[in-house]
């Protein structure tokens, strides 16, 4: 192969998120030459919000326009939050609220432009894909490891769709520098000329959204009446309710392998506390409840409480849930998967795959609250809204890719 046939590929994103390191090329690992070069750039960017769009109007989404309202409810003046900067110490606004029936606020965002130079020996067609698969795993990586070190509580991984741009731009080899090895290549990436046209050595991305994750999500018209009854009182939402939430909205995200342990984990909670109600009720005092949950106790593990639930059902002449389809189902879709994350180190899952799980779990839980009075909770789903018909993969939001 000549040199002419080897090139650099330069991979450009923006995260949402500050790296702390100097701009300067790092050598880094990736997955096919095993060396790569980073070199992020801090930048301060600006998140804002109006509140009116330039894009459509309210009608289009929901049932009426926006009651109009008096231009004296909105904030007449504009004010600006200001801090101390963090290395100059120099007073500087971090945000500002907008007056006015058209304000908002903006807010300053510190981000990292990533740029990832892969050296690339043997060019193919299907390489442009390659070059940003290549270039993401090294990313993560680096963001991993930069998490380890620093604790940081806002880095997480980039996915493919958390780019809302990206431009993966090619310079040949100079000759001079062909013999080099890469760790001593990626030390001249000032040397090399890339490309500046379109379909010329650069390619892009554009990164989309959906109108479906704009427009929200109705209440059924079967559940409004129940709605209204119910919105008139004070209720206390249940863990496992929280946890099913926040397994949907982790599906959401594409985070699916933590949707599966947040599921997984409200099925485990919900039968613990419908295990210690039932005990209870039938003369069981709470010091002995708690002995046999605690380790070693006889009620320790999940089975050995689904076995006491099922003891518990079948001796009011209720049916079980072990061995059941529905029983089968929570096992291979929520429980044994959840079981290849957690211990077998699994850590891709699918949005078809994740949301099966989360089903099973709904179906599986549904089924054991209405399988005898001593279970049932005081808010359950039931029907179609068990099968999460309106939970669909989709592209998101644009401004997902900022959440941090």
């Given at each position: 192969?000549?040199?002419?046939?080897?090139?650099?590929?330069?991979?450009?994103?923006?995260?949402?998120?500050?790296?702390?390191?100097?701009?300067?090329?790092?050598?880094?690992?990736?997955?096919?030459?095993?060396?790569?070069?980073?070199?992020?750039?801090?930048?301060?960017?600006?998140?804002?919000?109006?509140?009116?769009?330039?894009?459509?109007?309210?009608?289009?989404?929901?049932?009426?326009?926006?009651?109009?309202?008096?231009?004296?409810?909105?904030?007449?003046?504009?004010?600006?939050?200001?801090?101390?900067?963090?290395?100059?110490?120099?007073?500087?606004?971090?945000?500002?609220?907008?007056?006015?029936?058209?304000?908002?606020?903006?807010?300053?965002?510190?981000?990292?432009?990533?740029?990832?130079?892969?050296?690339?020996?043997?060019?193919?067609?299907?390489?442009?894909?390659?070059?940003?698969?290549?270039?993401?795993?090294?990313?993560?990586?680096?963001?991993?490891?930069?998490?380890?070190?620093?604790?940081?509580?806002?880095?997480?991984?980039?996915?493919?769709?958390?780019?809302?741009?990206?431009?993966?731009?090619?310079?040949?080899?100079?000759?001079?520098?062909?013999?080099?090895?890469?760790?001593?290549?990626?030390?001249?990436?000032?040397?090399?000329?890339?490309?500046?046209?379109?379909?010329?050595?650069?390619?892009?991305?554009?990164?989309?959204?959906?109108?479906?994750?704009?427009?929200?999500?109705?209440?059924?018209?079967?559940?409004?009446?129940?709605?209204?009854?119910?919105?008139?009182?004070?209720?206390?939402?249940?863990?496992?309710?929280?946890?099913?939430?926040?397994?949907?909205?982790?599906?959401?995200?594409?985070?699916?392998?933590?949707?599966?342990?947040?599921?997984?984990?409200?099925?485990?909670?919900?039968?613990?506390?419908?295990?210690?109600?039932?005990?209870?009720?039938?003369?069981?005092?709470?010091?002995?409840?708690?002995?046999?949950?605690?380790?070693?106790?006889?009620?320790?593990?999940?089975?050995?409480?689904?076995?006491?639930?099922d003891e518990i059902a079948t001796a009011s002449g209720a049916s079980r849930f072990l061995g059941t389809p529905l029983e089968k189902e929570w096992r291979k879709n929520l429980y044994d998967l959840r079981n290849e994350i957690v211990h077998g180190g699994r850590r891709t899952v699918s949005f078809i795959d994740a949301k099966r799980g989360i089903v099973a779990c709904l179906k599986a839980i549904s089924f054991i609250n209405f399988m005898c009075p001593a279970f049932q909770r005081r808010f359950m789903w039931i029907g179609m809204a068990l099968d999460l018909p309106h939970i669909r993969e989709?592209?998101?939001?644009?401004?997902?890719?900022?959440?941090?």
């Amino acid at each position: 192969m000549s040199d002419k046939e080897k090139l650099i590929a330069h991979v450009r994103w923006e995260f949402p998120f500050p790296i702390m390191l100097p701009d300067e090329p790092l050598l880094c690992w990736e997955p096919q030459e095993g060396v790569a070069a980073f070199v992020p750039e801090g930048r301060i960017g600006s998140i804002q919000w109006h509140r009116q769009s330039t894009l459509f109007l309210a009608s289009e989404i929901f049932e009426r326009e926006p009651i109009k309202q008096d231009q004296n409810v909105f904030p007449k003046h504009s004010y600006r939050i200001v801090a101390s900067a963090p290395r100059t110490k120099k007073e500087v606004i971090i945000a500002e609220l907008v007056g006015g029936a058209d304000g908002g606020f903006i807010e300053a965002r510190p981000y990292t432009v990533a740029n990832i130079f892969l050296f690339v020996s043997n060019l193919k067609p299907t390489d442009e894909v390659s070059f940003e698969d290549r270039a993401n795993l090294a990313l993560n990586n680096i963001i991993d490891i930069y998490r380890l070190f620093s604790l940081d509580p806002q880095l997480r991984p980039m996915h493919e769709n958390d780019h809302y741009y990206t431009v993966i731009t090619k310079a040949a080899l100079p000759d001079h520098l062909a013999a080099l090895p890469l760790e001593e290549l990626f030390s001249h990436i000032e040397e090399f000329h890339f490309s500046d046209a379109v379909g010329k050595g650069r390619t892009h991305k554009i990164g989309i959204n959906s109108i479906e994750d704009l427009a929200g999500i109705a209440i059924a018209q079967e559940n409004m009446s129940r709605f209204h009854n119910q919105v008139r009182h004070n209720i206390q939402l249940e863990l496992f309710h929280q946890l099913i939430f926040s397994a949907i909205r982790r599906l959401k995200r594409k985070e699916e392998a933590l949707a599966i342990i947040d599921a997984q984990s409200a099925f485990e909670s919900v039968i613990a506390v419908m295990l210690r109600e039932a005990l209870s009720k039938t003369g069981w005092d709470g010091e002995s409840i708690e002995k046999a949950f605690e380790y070693p106790g006889k009620l320790h593990l999940l089975t050995a409480r689904l076995n006491k639930i099922d003891e518990i059902a079948t001796a009011s002449g209720a049916s079980r849930f072990l061995g059941t389809p529905l029983e089968k189902e929570w096992r291979k879709n929520l429980y044994d998967l959840r079981n290849e994350i957690v211990h077998g180190g699994r850590r891709t899952v699918s949005f078809i795959d994740a949301k099966r799980g989360i089903v099973a779990c709904l179906k599986a839980i549904s089924f054991i609250n209405f399988m005898c009075p001593a279970f049932q909770r005081r808010f359950m789903w039931i029907g179609m809204a068990l099968d999460l018909p309106h939970i669909r993969e989709s592209a998101g939001r644009l401004t997902r890719i900022f959440e941090t």
